[in-house]
């Protein structure tokens, strides 16, 4: 059974960080892409940062410079460093998981089987 818990979320202020954990149990982790999604109030999901099994990193151009998506293969934990935060990241952050998803569609979280049950994140003063 896949198990996918992610940690780290809450409060903080402008310009402030946060570094989300996503750990993962249940499969063989080295092998799969992991992806960070958002989803803001009202709004659909959306692609933030993804790691594939090769360690290749893809950010959306939101994050890019503020945002870094890493991965611990022996932890099985993924983790989103997330710098300079602004009110405009508050949304409830999800991890993903996939095995087979290719490069063209890694923005895409219909690709993704494993679903975290999403955390909060919110920017405010």
């Known amino acids: 059974q896949v198990q996918v818990v992610e940690s780290g979320g809450g409060l903080v202020q402008p310009g402030g960080s946060l570094r989300l954990s996503c750990a993962i149990s249940g499969l063989t982790f080295s092998r799969y892409t992991i992806g960070w999604f958002r989803q803001a109030p009202g709004k659909g999901r959306e692609f933030v940062a993804g790691?594939?099994?090769?360690?290749?990193?893809y950010y959306t151009d939101s994050v890019k410079g503020r945002f870094t998506i890493s991965r611990d293969n022996p932890k099985n934990t993924v983790y989103l460093q997330m710098n300079s935060l602004k009110p405009e990241d508050t949304a409830v952050f999800y991890c993903a998981a996939d095995r087979q998803v290719i490069l063209s569609s890694l923005r895409d979280p219909e690709q993704y089987d494993y679903w975290g049950q999403g955390i909060q994140v919110t920017v405010s003063s």
């Open positions: 790691i594939r099994y090769s360690g290749h990193t």
